[in-house]
């Protein structure tokens, strides 16, 4: 990696904490070269626009996640406990030290859902990726007969997203302690719910 890389290496893992604190919109190259102690214009000439760089910290954010909660689930053997250990590494992922402010995915969401342009085309296509990849683990549950054969893979993922979706309201903004406990008992009730009894 030359110096020009390792520096806006350094620079992007900044700018993903800095992000998670203050969203992807309070992510200007103005507010970065503040918190880095580098010049505005010196951080233009590595991204060009607000929107590179948001983009930037969504593909490192990618990769983070890919690291702390896709890799270690495909570790794991094919079915339940390939989906267990992706939910539960979903869960730690929202209290990771590389994320101060949690989810870098959740709360852009928020913020860019109903904002078109190319930030909020990528964060879509980010959060499609994911999706695809918890179907996936969802159906190889199924094919290996730990899930009843009818288990609805769209209906089961969107209630898996909604229990990260209830833990992250209640563990970041109401500062719940037991929220995670809660958490992980609806999980399981969800899973008993869509179980092969046989």
């Known amino acids: 990696m030359s110096k020009g890389e390792d520096t806006k290496s350094?620079?992007?893992?900044?700018?993903v904490q800095v992000a998670s604190v203050q969203g992807l919109q309070?992510?200007?190259?103005?507010?970065l070269?503040?918190?880095?102690?580098?010049?505005?214009?010196?951080?233009f000439g590595k991204f060009a626009s607000k929107e590179n760089l948001q983009i930037e910290v969504l593909?490192?954010?990618s990769e983070l996640f890919r690291r702390n909660v896709v890799y270690p689930a495909l570790k794991t053997k094919p079915g339940l406990q390939r989906l267990k250990t992706a939910f539960q590494m979903w869960l730690t992922w929202a209290n990771t030290s590389e994320l101060p402010g949690?989810?870098?995915?959740?709360?852009?969401s928020s913020e860019f859902d109903d904002r078109p342009?190319?930030?909020?085309?990528?964060?879509k296509k980010t959060q499609l990726s994911w999706q695809k990849t918890?179907?996936?683990?969802?159906q190889d549950a199924k094919d290996t007969l730990e899930l009843d054969e009818n288990t609805n893979v769209d209906k089961m993922v969107q209630e898996i997203w909604g229990l990260i979706l209830g833990f992250h309201f209640y563990n970041r903004l109401l500062e719940d302690k037991n929220c995670e406990k809660r958490t992980k008992q609806s999980f399981n009730e969800l899973i008993k719910r869509f179980q092969n009894e046989d």
């Open 33 to 43: 070269a503040d918190e880095l102690g580098m010049s505005k214009s010196g951080l």
């Open 102 to 108: 949690g989810c870098l995915f959740l709360s852009s």
């Open 10 to 15: 350094l620079i992007l893992e900044k700018a």
């Open 117 to 123: 342009g190319i930030v909020r085309d990528h964060l």
């Open 26 to 31: 309070g992510l200007t190259i103005g507010t």
């Open 59 to 61: 593909r490192v954010g």
């Open 134 to 138: 918890l179907k996936q683990f969802v």
